[in-house]
């Protein structure tokens, strides 16, 4: 049967965009029309040179539905206010967009959905199908075998180079930036909280050994977005919920393995994340009609604050937040730090006045360079 195609432009030719374009070479119902790049089109490896662009009015020409995952919030930011009008469908594999910017855009009227496939995207979708099931989600779990909050440049280079992936993405991963921000969408898109700034951040050895994180969405009155620690545990999502049906068959035995110790609450495991794998599951959704997955929401109450790493000297330069060595990312309520400058705003940006080692980076701390991102940052503060 001969599927409609539907045409594909991909924004970014990094590590996601390489393996979306491969998983779109064999997809009957779409087709990778157009990658937009930031660099020299000569000097782009991995992809086929007659589909790459620097022009966004030839990307926009050559698309139907655009997937952005740059992982750069303020050049995210910069193309999709440019192709915000257009009517587009915009996908993003890109949380460091979504936590900053994204609410904006949502406040437009844009159709933006995160993609299936990163933790938030495979915690959205967990959440529609358990709810399905009659359950009422918690908490939403993200899990991780390992941190670091102050890792060394050589460490980093050298898990870069095994990995085959940029140093500054390495770096967000292991200080905890990248989950920070993964958390803070889930709490906005999701509707849900903070047990404290930061979150909880447990280190576990058995994913049943939960029941302190339902005790303290009980205390908080709402869900939970927080994360664990489980060495060796799999790279993957957790909710943990409620169900008022499965509670009326005690004891029957598929239904009472999944309880935490406790017996507060019922844990439901997606033991992986695929990035851009999944993917095509979200484009095949915008395509059927469906509503957005999972974006930002219209009135965000969490945001990424900057944290210094280390002492910051009056008048040094930051060169950027997310994957430096300066600062790392930790989620907090907007209504208690509305001036901490989000992690993701900072590039190219100058310290004025010196800032001690673990405290928070506020706007009146720092000169940040004028950007789009910027600009419509401080609008989203405004309606605030």
């Known amino acids: 049967m001969n599927l409609p195609i539907t045409r594909v432009g991909i924004i970014g030719t990094g590590f996601i965009a390489k393996g979306l374009y ?5 997809a009957e119902d779409f087709q990778c029309t157009c990658l ?20 966004v009015e030839n990307f926009v020409e050559h698309s139907d539905i655009v997937v952005e995952c740059s992982g750069d919030a303020i050049h995210a930011t910069d193309v999709l206010w440019r192709i915000r009008d257009t009517q587009l469908p915009i996908v993003t594999i890109d949380s460091e967009f979504q936590v900053t910017i994204g609410s904006w855009f949502v406040q437009q009227g844009v159709y933006l959905t995160e993609a299936d496939g990163d933790q938030p995207g ?54 905890g ?12 898109g ?35 977005s927080d994360y664990v620690l489980i060495p060796g545990g799999p790279p993957g999502v957790l909710i ?6 499965m509670d009326k068959v005690e004891g029957y035995l598929p239904f009472s393995r999944l309880r935490t110790k406790e017996g507060l609450a019922y844990q439901l495991l997606r ?16 395509v059927d009609g469906e509503r957005e997955l999972l974006n930002n929401s219209a009135n965000p109450t969490i945001t990424v604050a900057a944290v210094a790493k280390k002492t910051l000297r009056r008048h040094s330069i930051v060169p950027h937040g997310v994957g430096g060595f300066e600062v790392r990312g930790m989620a907090v309520p907007i209504d208690q730090y509305p001036d901490a400058v989000p992690i993701c705003l900072i590039k190219n ?3 004025l006045k010196e800032i001690p080692k673990g405290e928070i980076v506020r706007f009146e701390d720092i000169e940040l360079a004028q950007t789009k991102a910027l600009d419509l940052y401080q609008t989203l503060l405004a309606r605030a």
């Open 177 to 188: 930036t990248k989950l920070q921000i993964e958390q803070a969408l889930v709490a906005n």
């Open 122 to 175: 495979c915690l959205a979708r967990l959440k529609l199908e358990a709810e399905t099931m009659g359950f009422s989600p918690i908490c939403y779990v993200n899990l991780k075998g390992f941190l670091n909050p102050n890792p060394t440049p050589e460490e980093m280079q050298y898990w870069a180079n095994q990995q085959k992936l940029q140093i500054n993405q390495v770096v967000s991963f292991t200080d």
């Open 240 to 245: 943990l919920a409620t169900n008022e049906i």
């Open 349 to 351: 940006s100058r310290i």
């Open 271 to 286: 033991p992986y994340h695929l990035c851009h794998l999944e993917i095509l599951k979200t484009l095949r959704g915008v």
């Open 190 to 224: 999701l509707g849900a909280g903070l047990a404290k700034p930061g979150m909880i951040g447990a280190s576990v050895n058995d994913l049943s050994d939960l029941d302190f994180l339902v005790r303290a969405s009980q205390e908080r009155g709402l869900p939970l």
């Open 36 to 55: 937009l790049t930031r660099q020299e089109t000569s000097k782009v490896e991995g992809l086929p040179h007659h589909l790459l662009t620097t022009s």
């Open 22 to 26: 491969s998983l779109l070479n064999n």
